[in-house]
């Protein structure tokens, strides 16, 4: 079945470093791919999405650009700040009318340093 | 933005007995899904509802789950009987027809004791 693998676990940044979560998906066709990002104590909202490839998706600093021959749609921010903590979730569904299921990544702790 | 409402936030409840999960989606929203989340993991799909019916369900969506929307009132997650892997904090969402993009509520924290 579809599935999206994030490598880093945990990723411990100062402020204005340079941040890249790498995302890579298995799945047929061509899958709408999506950043959520996760607060404590909340549900996972969305960054922002891509659905064609080579396509850039970009919100508040944070982009990620849509590669159908890695199979990846890996985040990066040039300059992340304390308020950037929080749980990255990359995901996929199939593209509409079929988009039952959206599947997650494991998710990805960033913590940034003051 | 748009909301989508859990109700309520934290349920206690003892193995064996049946607990109901409340979700108010936003309102012009048709599709309807569950997620489970427990501590510390990733969240994982249970269940996705349109037009009254279940479109998919995963292998966590066991017997004892079951979904429903009365007369367009809370989408509803119960469960009967509860097992102490049940355990976990529960996330609704919703969408339009159109838009792939999900709105989630702020999850439901579930422990069977």
């Known amino acids: 079945g579809d599935s999206v693998t994030q490598t880093e676990g945990q990723v411990a940044l100062s402020e204005e470093d340079f941040l890249t979560i790498h995302c890579n998906y298995s799945a047929s066709g061509y899958p709408t791919l999506f950043w959520y990002v996760q607060y404590p104590g909340e549900g996972p909202q969305l960054l922002f999405r891509?659905?064609?490839?080579?396509e850039k998706g970009s919100s508040r600093g944070f982009e990620a650009t849509y590669d159908k021959g890695t199979t990846s749609f890996h985040l990066r921010k040039a300059s992340v700040q304390e308020s950037d903590s929080a749980v990255y979730y990359c995901?996929?569904?199939?593209?509409?009318?079929?988009?039952?299921?959206?599947?997650f990544g494991t998710g990805t702790r960033l913590q940034v340093l003051p | 933005g748009p909301k989508v409402l859990q109700i309520p936030s934290h349920q206690i409840i003892d193995m064996g007995q049946m607990v109901t999960l409340n979700c108010d989606p936003v309102?012009?929203?048709?599709?309807f899904y569950w997620y489970k989340q427990i501590l510390g993991q990733q969240m994982e799909f249970l269940v996705n509802?349109?037009?009254?019916?279940?479109?998919?369900k995963s292998k966590l969506f066991k017997d004892q789950f079951s979904v429903e929307r009365p007369d367009g009132s809370y989408f509803t997650l119960k469960i009967q009987p509860t097992a102490l892997e049940d355990s976990a904090v529960y996330f609704c969402?919703?969408?339009?027809?159109?838009?792939?993009?999900?709105?989630f509520g702020h999850g439901t924290k579930l422990s069977v004791l």
């Open positions: 309102s012009n929203h048709l599709y």
């Open positions: 891509a659905s064609r490839d080579k």
């Open positions: 995901a996929l569904s199939g593209p509409l009318p079929n988009t039952n299921k959206v599947v």
């Open positions: 969402a919703s969408r339009t027809v159109s838009n792939e993009r999900l709105f």
């Open positions: 509802f349109y037009n009254g019916k279940v479109m998919e």
